[in-house]
């Protein structure tokens, strides 16, 4: 496979963006670099909470017997999407904003939902009943 289409995209995107951010900051003046500042600073919390949160993530994966894999993906994601935040650009805060809104990212499955404490507790009235397959058992004695 041949190495200059990879060289022309990844010299090609850091010039794309450079031109959409100036053509904006040409139209909206200086509420571009607000806007900058506010993704950089929305990405660095994003990888600071991640950091905090992939190790609970895989802990429930792993004790609710599904694959861990799933917990890296989502995990990569968002720091994936947290580092796309800090890169000055809005075609990356774009990129960002997708990857944060792929389906599954911060849904919980059904399984890991906290349960009613008392969810095996069936109340009610009950009989003994004899089954005269099973022997009798002697009356109890107290001593």
């Keep these: 496979m041949p190495v200059w289409p990879i060289v022309i995209l990844m010299l090609g995107f850091p010039v794309l963006e450079a031109y959409v951010l100036f053509r904006l900051a040409g139209q909206y003046g200086w ?13 660095v919390a994003l990888i600071r909470l991640e950091r905090v949160l992939w190790g609970a993530r895989m802990i429930i994966h792993l004790q609710s017997g599904k694959s861990p894999f799933s917990a890296l993906f989502a995990s990569g994601r968002i720091f994936l999407a947290g580092g796309l935040l800090i890169f000055p650009g809005v075609i990356s805060d774009v990129m960002a904003v997708i990857l ?5 990212t911060w849904r919980r499955p059904k399984d890991l939902m906290p349960k009613a404490a008392n969810d095996d507790v069936i109340e009610g ?16 004695q107290d001593s």
Excluded: I, K
Aim: hydrophobic fraction near 45%; charge should be positive; avoid cysteine.
């Design 31 to 43: 509420w571009v670099l607000v806007w900058l500042l506010a993704s950089a600073a929305l990405g």
């Design 100 to 104: 944060l809104l792929f389906p599954g």
């Design 125 to 140: 009235e009950f009989r003994r009943e004899s089954d005269p397959r099973l022997p009798e058992r002697p009356p109890r």
